[in-house]
Nanobody, 114 residues
Framework: QVQVAESGGGLVQPGGSLRLSCAASGIISFFNVMAWYRQAPGKEREVVAAITRGSITTYADSVKGRFTIGRNNTNTIYLQMNSLKPEDTAVYYC?????????WGQGTQVTVSS
């Protein structure tokens, strides 16, 4: 059974940094794509950054140059978030896709506020 778990959220001041981690267990081979999404109150869930099994990365325009997605090992990724802004406040979800199946974590809250 595949499980996806995020960690690392919290409260940070504007301009600060946070690092989120995501571990997907239950499969020993690579997922096709792993990604970070976020959902702010009253808004739709949006993709923030993604990384393929070949380590190709993509980013939303709103986070380019501030966020970095990377892989620690086969199915563990991170999201390094720098220069955080109040508009980055949201619940951040990890997503993993393999062979047509999509798996989601429970989400971790990130709040950017002074």
């Amino acid at each position: 059974q595949v499980q996806v778990a995020e960690s690392g959220g919290g409260l940070v001041q504007p301009g600060g940094s946070l690092r989120l981690s995501c571990a997907a267990s239950g499969i020993i081979s690579f997922f096709n794509v792993m990604a970070w999404y976020r959902q702010a109150p009253g808004k739709e869930r949006e993709v923030v950054a993604a990384i393929t099994r070949g380590s190709i990365t993509t980013y939303a325009d709103s986070v380019k140059g501030r966020f970095t997605i990377g892989r620690n090992n086969t199915n563990t990724i991170y999201l390094q978030m720098n220069s955080l802004k109040p508009e980055d406040t949201a619940v951040y979800y990890c997503n993993a896709v393999r062979n047509g199946y999509t798996y989601w974590g429970q989400g971790t809250q990130v709040t950017v506020s002074s």
